[in-house]
């Protein structure tokens, strides 16, 4: 089972979405907005991931964060209560499957991975 995380009206989870029904792949998605984002999880995606590919430093909720707080996501013992705190910061998606996490939407990736 994979288990879709990120925000619904991010047009990159939209894809990844729309990519996973076209493939006929059974997901659970996790709405960071009604849900909230879990620490355990955080850390665990930088763990396997590393911070700089779990945080998402292109987005207009990241620009708009003070210096304090960009420093904060800089530093993986920090960037979790943060990412937690701002979840919009959370590259997206991120799918957790049998074989590991996939930290955003790249056809040619996830079709590897998954297919």
């Known amino acids: 089972m994979i288990h879709l995380y990120g925000?619904?009206?991010?047009?990159?989870?939209?894809?990844a979405r729309v990519?996973?029904?076209?493939q006929g792949r059974d997901y659970t998605f996790h709405?960071?907005?009604?849900?909230?984002?879990?620490?355990?999880k955080v850390?665990?995606?930088?763990?396997?991931?590393?911070?700089?590919?779990?945080?998402?430093?292109k987005g207009t909720t990241f620009r708009a964060?003070?210096?304090?707080?960009?420093?904060?996501?800089?530093?993986?013992?920090?960037?979790?209560a943060l990412l937690v705190?701002?979840?919009?910061?959370?590259k997206r998606p991120i799918a957790e499957h049998p074989g590991g996490i996939l930290v955003g939407f790249k056809e040619d990736e996830w079709s590897a991975t998954l297919l």
């Not at 925000?7 to 894809?15: E, G, L, M, S």
């Not at 990519?19 to 076209?22: F, H, Q, T």
């Not at 700089?52 to 430093?57: E, H, Q, S």
């Open 31 to 40: 709405d960071y907005k009604k849900e909230g984002a879990d620490p355990a």
């Open 85 to 90: 705190q701002q979840p919009s910061i959370i």
């Open 43 to 57: 850390a665990a995606w930088i763990g396997a991931a590393g911070l700089d590919t779990v945080v998402n430093r």
């Open 19 to 22: 990519w996973l029904d076209a």
């Open 65 to 80: 964060l003070s210096d304090a707080d960009k420093a904060a996501a800089a530093d993986s013992h920090t960037a979790v």
């Open 7 to 15: 925000i619904p009206n991010c047009d990159t989870v939209k894809k």
